[in-house]
């Protein structure tokens, strides 16, 4: 009994000298709600101005009109998913009557709507079924051209797959005679990129995202980035340099039961089990900035529009909507930039005690699936120094500074025709953003053997970090600046 006493003590200490009102980032991003008719249920997708939205309710497929609020049924019984330019419509056929289970409808659009009668139903004989594969999560590229690539998971050989199709004169025809099957089999939730050239998915031995790239006739695939967390159904942006998804964190051991349908099957998530919130992921950067913040409920499947508006599924006890959000403001942090700033001896060990400090303070969460750390990710400098300053843990305070350091933001560079100081400025804020003293020749005299030497080192513990290295003029005139001294 004195052990969990001792750590419910610790716990009441902790939270008693950290100021809870930081626990929140003061940035409202919700621009409206819609509440459709049915309950959504798993992923949904809209078109790129996010007027249209295209989802699953009653075992039905439906198009939502948001701007009239009208409603149409689309063929099929599940994942209704169009193609960005308009002109494709795809669904799974799940339970349907005289149709196989996962086979693959294909179903040509204009104006974002399939072709219907005079009753406003669906005109059936515009559908080409395609019964040689049992897909699941179906997803689909525009290559340009009237040709689209689609990715899917078969069920039947549990893989991931591709397959190119043309759309001619409201004929679809195939590139290949089969799918091209992917050899990635502890993958699971592939989603394509807009363009048809890349897709995510969930490694689900390492609980990573991966990204990979498509070669150019469609047939294989090969690993281009991974990321340190997991996320569920990933969405690409517009011009592939984002990815939005979301991130699912155990609230309560003794309410979360893993084969409860309320945990398995949206929409009736558990609340008090589990808890989701959405972020985008900046490829060029490397930064994590959060869409969401929920402590309770749940946010899942959002979408990127062409304006990097994001679209997600928010539920809040029984009301389910469709939020639409504008891009997150905040001063995004790169987990690659703070690995390389990190002066302690465990990077991943230390944002792990960061993250569960902060979870005890700003939440009463019990798991520890990854959404704290990402969420860690864009706590406030204050925030953070309390904790660390409570915690009276150096790896944690090392941690917060090169979080601090990681913000990325461009420097403010000088007007100088000295190149050499307009390099040190550019170069040497990746992580000192101005706090080296290279411009007082007193200072920096004591420092001169130790930069010399990280600047020309190619061990990675004490090198330059990547995006500061000097070119190897650079490094002789910084040399020469050092010599003079």
Known sequence: MKFPLLIFLVSISLNAKVDKSLCNLDDNRVLKRITPRYKPNYFFKTSPDGRYIFYIGNNQNWRLDTQTGEELLIPGSADPVPSVDGKVMTSINWRVPRKQDWSLNLIPMENWDIKRDFSGNSDYRSVTTDTNTRRTYQSVGTLGNDRYRILSYDEGISSVVLRDYSLIENTFGTHSASDNVQNLPQLRLPMISKDGREFSGLDIE???????????????????????????????????????????????????????????????????????????????????????????GNSYYPVFLEDNRIVYLDQRGDDLSFVYSSFPKVVPKSVDKARECFEGSNFDDSIRKLAENWQNVCTDWEGSSGANKVMVLNISDELCQQIAEQSKDQDIALMCEALKKSEIKRPKIAKTENKFKKMVKVKCMICHQGNIPFFDKEKIKTHKSEILKRINSTDSSIRMPLGGELSKSEKIEFANYLNSL
């Open 206 to 296: 390492s609980n990573q995202t991966v990204i990979y790239k498509i070669d150019e006739g469609g047939s294989s695939s090969k690993e281009v980035e991974r990321l340190e967390f997991p996320s569920g159904k990933a969405d690409f942006s517009e011009d592939n340099s984002k990815i939005v998804f979301h991130v699912t964190e155990t609230v309560s051991q003794k309410d979360f039961n893993p084969n409860a349908r309320e945990v398995l099957m949206p929409p009736t998530f558990n609340n008090k089990a589990e808890v989701r919130n959405v972020f985008v992921y900046d490829r060029k950067t490397k930064s994590v900035s959060p869409v969401t913040q929920n402590k309770r």
